[in-house]
Nanobody, 123 residues
Framework: QVQLVESGGGLVQAGGSLRLSCAAS????????MGWVRQAPGKERELVAG????????DYANSGKGRFTISRENAKNRVYLQMNSLKPVDTAVHYC????????????????WGPGTQVTVSS
């Protein structure tokens, strides 16, 4: 089992920035990738960014390219999402997720999830 806890969500004005953090614990040695998945009301979950836990390679959804940056600290079992130039459409619950078998750039691969943190962007 891998436990994930997010922090850093909140309310921000359009154009502002937020940094989400995720702390992983448990069987983290089995993690091959981590990512941030968001879900807006009435919409499907979207993998906005993923990172290969070993190699550090990253992948972004078009919605986040150029604005979001995912990073990790392996020694601390932490992953981050820096979000800049936020827009009202970015308003969603953001989940930290981990994959232990599969590809980090496929949402369906993720098998562990945190409880989520709300990000609200006002216009």
């Amino acid at each position: 089992q891998v436990q994930l806890v997010e922090s850093g969500g909140g309310l921000v004005q359009a154009g502002g920035s937020l940094r989400l953090s995720c702390a992983a614990s448990g069987r983290t040695f089995s993690t091959v990738g981590m990512g941030w998945v968001r879900q807006a009301p009435g919409k499907e979950r979207e993998l906005v960014a993923g990172i290969d836990w070993s190699a550090g390679t990253t992948d972004y959804a078009n919605s986040g390219k150029g604005r979001f940056t995912i990073s990790r600290e392996n020694a601390k079992n932490r992953v981050y999402l820096q979000m800049n130039s936020l827009k009202p459409v970015d308003t969603a619950v953001h989940y930290c997720a981990a994959v232990t078998s599969g590809l980090y750039y496929y949402r369906a691969s993720y098998n562990y999830w945190g409880p989520g943190t709300q990000v609200t962007v006002s216009s």
